[in-house]
């Protein structure tokens, strides 16, 4: 019997990053000695040892532009698709015609929606006016509507249920996988380096610190975390991840009179160290399927605040491994981190969250990725 061929499409491959992850673990999940793997990417970030046993197939037609970038990859792989027998393909980018989506981004139209809750009126209209939501939301409907897809991962029920609503997707092509978590990586022995951490970032050993971590502040909710902040004199603030618009929430810190308790250190290649500074970890994102940290945090034994619009929301029990709360309410989310601040419940909601990460680790996800594989394989 010949190999069974498999092809994943990523477009900007970064060996390092939350989606990619997944797909590691995806392959070490299935048995390699029966399957033919092709990674079809636009960028390849890092050396091309790290594809193993895979094929690299890198397609990145001349572009200008977001609009033109995607849809003439998106093209390419079609094209490419067309010519070779793969059993399988899976994509995480919007492409109509391959049978399996993971939608890790969730639905832009509800993110669109999220955001402009946040936005004046001539933002808005700016925002609705722009082309390439325009493109990614036509993608997104021309997608979910072909009969080629077969499956679709979702990494949340809430992914899950905007999915059927907005596109009306039988829920049996709907699947919901959870993100994994390396266990034995991000673990609370990650602690024991809290006040070298400190030291190094000057911060009280002390003081209460939450930390937040991601890329892109306005998703993730930096602002609301500020303003909070501004309530709660004894607490600081890590804020690791990238911003072009920094300087914006540094502005906003001094404003509150919080700027001496924030602090802005910048992307990260290891951030285990921030792990195990931290108190407690706040993420109160205006919209995201399920942040990877949030999940990296309770596996170290962080008691976690996020929104009801993360995905991961659904895990957590109010009181037990953290505090949830809706977005884009500073008043709501510091009264969530002063409950946290309270004497012993962050040490007992952090053992609480460390337990419920356990049942998300990397070998559960591998069991689910591999048995939906298989089933349609068959």
Aim: charged letters at 20%; glycine letters at 8%; proline letters at 4%.
């Amino acid at each position: 019997m010949s190999a069974k061929k498999i092809a994943i499409v990523r477009a900007r491959y970064n060996p390092f990053g939350g989606a990619e992850r997944f797909v590691a673990r995806a392959l070490h999940a299935l048995d390699q000695s029966g399957i033919e793997l092709t990674i079809i990417a636009r960028r390849w970030q890092g050396h091309a040892q790290e594809a193993g046993s895979a094929h690299r197939v890198i397609l990145n037609p001349i572009h200008l532009g977001r609009v033109w970038r995607d849809a003439s990859f998106a093209c390419a792989v079609k094209h490419h698709v067309a010519r070779h027998d793969y059993d399988l393909v899976q994509s995480h980018e919007r492409i109509p015609g391959l049978d399996i989506y993971r939608a890790g981004d969730g639905v832009h139209r509800e993110w669109l929606a999220q955001r402009s809750q946040t936005l004046n009126r001539w933002q808005r209209l700016g925002l609705a006016c722009n082309p390439y939501h325009a493109y990614v939301q036509w993608q997104e409907t021309r997608m979910f509507a072909h009969p080629a897809l077969r499956a679709v991962i979702c990494n949340s029920h809430m992914v899950k249920q905007e999915i059927h609503e907005w596109f009306g997707v039988p829920e049996s092509k709907l699947h919901v996988i959870y993100n994994g978590v390396d266990t034995a990586k991000f673990h609370p022995q990650v602690k024991q380096g809290r006040s070298a951490t400190r030291a190094q970032w000057r911060v009280p050993e002390t003081a209460f610190c939450f930390l937040f971590l991601g890329s892109g502040f306005e998703r993730k909710g930096l602002a609301s975390c500020i303003e909070a902040l501004a309530e709660l004199p004894q607490a600081c603030l890590m804020v690791v991840g990238h911003d072009k618009h920094q300087a914006r929430y540094q502005t906003l810190a001094q404003s509150c009179g919080v700027a001496g308790r924030v602090v802005f250190a910048g992307a990260q290649q290891d951030v285990l160290p921030f792990y195990g500074m931290a108190d407690a970890f706040v993420l109160p994102t205006l919209y995201d399927p399920f942040p990877n940290a949030v999940l990296e945090a309770m596996a170290c034994g962080l008691p976690v605040i996020t929104s009801t619009k993360s995905g991961v929301a659904e895990l957590i029990s109010n009181g037990q491994q953290g505090e949830v709360v809706p977005p884009n309410q500073p008043a709501s989310l510091a009264q969530a981190m002063r409950a946290l601040m309270q004497s012993g419940r962050a040490d007992a909601m952090g053992a609480a969250a460390r337990k419920l990460a356990e049942h998300h680790d990397l070998t559960r996800l591998g069991q689910q990725l591999s048995d939906l594989y298989r089933q349609l394989l068959v």
